[in-house]
């Protein structure tokens, strides 16, 4: 299993990276998503798997027994997916007013803010 | 007391926020607490400086957990000075608001995303913790999301797109990078990991790798060279109480935590660090430049000019030397009050004249004498004429580069100081110098109302403009405080035994 998640990682960046490279917007949104959920994946795997032992403390013991799963990458995942989830949601609220208010679906027509215009 | 004076800059901002979202249909009130908690916060931060100036380092450990395993909060002269500098800036933008925003966005919730971005810088200042410092960048860069799309304007949905999409990017690959730190040294107290790296490991490559994650991540968010595209094409997009807020203070949050970050973690690796750091502020201050001498709107131009100054903040790191991170430590907090003061200044010029274009601005010289100086004085502090504050701080990067022998960087800073005068001699020839062209008279008539609202806005101004100049007149205590703070921030046992207690 440890074995296969790298790769697993690895496609899901390179995935993400052609889809929010694409010009509509809801491969944008795909991207996005992958994107983070890569990265947490990443985050997840870092820590070691250890399956099986929770780094719960027993009553009659001070320590916890090993092997166990490092609790720290679990925090930190949690919290990132928290996060992740927010400014996706709050992506996706955006790019469906953007879709309302352009009318197109193509990022190749997102261009009139960098425009130097000459008889502004 | 003194642990409650590094959390004030944390709960100011939240309290006055929570407090303000209570009173939701009653804008004045939330005026009201808005000013309020920015003047406290203010009081606050000046009282916390003057704390560490005379005892040192302060920590407090929140929950009480011990040091490396709660999270830390740091207070050390350089952030001290970050969050002074947000809160006078914070207060400025407030007074400029009242009168200078619309009612519609004010009565969205302006107030409090406001506060609560003020809260996520000056988390990210004071953290001591590598995670807890993804988080306050998180907090800030979703107020600045939602307040570059406030008002849901044409251009302002195109430029929140873009900043939203390569921000989102830019978290991912901070993620990442901590990842890396996680897995490969097993801490993420920043004191910690600092007494980790400098012990034999077995991995020092990893390390490296997580500080090259690193240097993307708020290399994106402090827009330097190659990673900047966002900024032009966002910034100028959202109304000037905005814009001048966000183009003050983010990118410079983002180089604080890579000066953070380089000084104290990733110095293992300088032989790769430095000369990268070297050909990337370069290109940062000479592509900025550029970009804004091709531009001709007021905002445009500044914009492109944060680029710019982002170059020789870099370029502090990028000599490595006390003087040289003093002089990056005094630019920061110099242009973030100048940048900020600019904008507000094209704020003002465009609510009398209705537009940034510099073709249709003209004459403002003749009608409004006090904003010409006012501008005047910020933007040859800008290009860093003396005795005005751009020059105490290019003064010390320069004599740093001298001193090590770096001569072609400080030749490239020299050219490029010369080039910003160029463009700011462009905005006041245009802007204030010329005649206005095709004068409509009917444009021209203001009622009283408006005439008193106009006088409001140069209050901000004045106020930005007075600490400008105290910044620059008066640069000796400031200087002083640069040097000590980049000695703190380059003696990383003080920072280390004041965390871990050892």
New interface residues.
């Given amino acids: 299993m440890e074995f296969i998640l790298p790769f697993i990682i690895g496609i899901l960046f390179s995935a993400s990276l052609y889809l929010?490279l694409h010009r509509h917007f809801f491969r944008?949104i795909l991207g996005?998503i992958l994107?983070?959920l890569?990265?947490?994946l990443?985050?997840f795997v870092?820590?070691r798997l250890t399956r099986g032992g929770s780094a719960i403390i027993g009553q009659d013991e001070s320590v916890a027994v090993e092997p166990f799963a490092d609790p720290?990458?679990q925090a930190?995942l949690l919290?990132?997916i928290v996060?992740?989830f927010?400014?996706q949601s709050?992506?996706i609220v955006?790019?469906k007013?953007?879709y309302q208010?352009?009318g197109t679906t193509d990022l190749d027509d997102?261009n009139?803010?960098?425009q130097?215009?000459?008889?502004? | 007391m003194n642990h409650l004076l590094i959390m004030l800059p944390i709960l100011i901002p939240l309290y006055g926020a929570i407090l303000s979202l209570f009173f939701w249909r009653s804008v004045r009130v939330q005026q009201f607490i808005g000013i309020l908690a920015q003047v406290c916060l203010l009081v606050a931060t000046f009282l916390l400086l003057f704390d560490i100036n005379e005892n040192g380092i302060r920590t407090t450990q929140i929950g009480s957990w011990p040091a490396p395993f709660g999270i830390t909060l740091v207070a050390d002269l350089f952030s001290a000075m970050m969050v002074i500098t947000s809160s006078i800036t914070g207060t400025a933008i407030y007074l400029f608001s009242i009168k200078g925003l619309d009612k519609a966005r004010q009565s969205f919730g302006y107030y409090p995303v406001l506060l609560i971005l003020q809260l996520g810088v000056s988390g990210a200042c004071l953290t001591g913790d590598l995670?807890n410092l993804f988080?306050w960048f998180?907090v800030l860069?979703?107020c600045c999301?939602?307040l570059i799309?406030l008002g849901?304007t044409?251009?302002q949905?195109?430029?929140?797109?873009?900043y939203?999409?390569i921000n989102?990017?830019a978290?991912?690959f901070l993620?990442?990078g901590?990842?890396?730190v996680?897995?490969t040294l097993g801490s993420?107290n920043l004191a910690e990991l600092a007494v980790l790296v400098r012990m034999p490991v077995a991995h020092p490559a990893l390390i490296t790798m997580a500080g090259m994650f690193f240097l993307i991540a708020f290399g994106i968010k402090a827009a330097i060279f190659p990673l900047f595209f966002w900024l032009?094409?966002?910034y100028?997009?959202p109304p000037i109480a905005i814009s001048a807020f966000i183009a003050g203070i983010i990118t410079k949050v983002g180089m604080y935590a890579l000066i953070r970050l380089f000084t104290l973690i990733f110095v293992t690796d300088q032989d790769l660090t430095i000369p990268l750091f070297t050909v990337l502020a370069g290109f940062t201050m000479v592509i900025g430049v550029l970009g804004a001498a091709?531009?001709?709107?007021f905002r445009?131009i500044l914009s492109f000019h944060i680029v710019s100054q982002i170059g020789y903040m870099l370029m502090g790191l990028a000599l490595f030397t006390p003087l040289a991170i003093a002089g990056s430590i005094y630019f920061i907090i110099h242009n973030i009050l100048v940048k900020t003061n600019l904008f507000l200044i094209s704020g003002v010029v465009a609510r009398r004249h209705g537009?940034f274009?510099l073709?249709?601005l003209g004459g403002i010289y003749l009608q409004q004498p006090l904003l010409s100086v006012l501008f005047f004085i910020s933007a040859f502090s800008l290009a860093g004429i003396p005795p005005l504050s751009g020059f105490w701080g290019k003064f010390m990067l320069a004599r740093a580069g001298f001193e090590i022998d770096s001569f072609a960087i400080v030749l490239v800073s020299l050219a490029v100081s010369l080039m910003t005068l160029f463009s700011m001699t462009k905005i006041w020839n245009e802007v204030f110098w010329k005649k206005k062209p095709d004068v409509d008279p009917l444009s021209e008539v203001m009622t009283q109302q408006q005439q008193r609202d106009l006088r409001l806005l140069h209050l901000p101004v004045v106020l930005m403009t007075g600490f400008i100049l105290f910044v620059g007149l008066y640069a000796e205590p400031v200087v002083a405080m640069a040097q000590l703070a980049a000695e703190q921030l380059l003696n990383s046992e003080l920072y280390i035994n004041a965390v871990l207690k050892r």
């Fill in positions: 929010i944008l996005l994107s983070g890569a990265t947490n990443f985050l870092i820590g720290v990458p930190l919290t990132a996060i992740g927010g400014i709050f992506t955006l790019i007013r953007v208010s352009f997102m009139t803010t960098d130097i215009d000459e008889n502004h | 995670f988080v998180e860069l979703i999301f939602v799309a849901g044409k251009p949905l195109e430029g929140a797109i873009k939203v999409t989102f990017l978290t991912n993620l990442t901590i990842g890396v996680y897995g993420l032009p094409a966002s100028h997009t091709s531009q001709n709107d445009k537009t274009a073709k249709k």
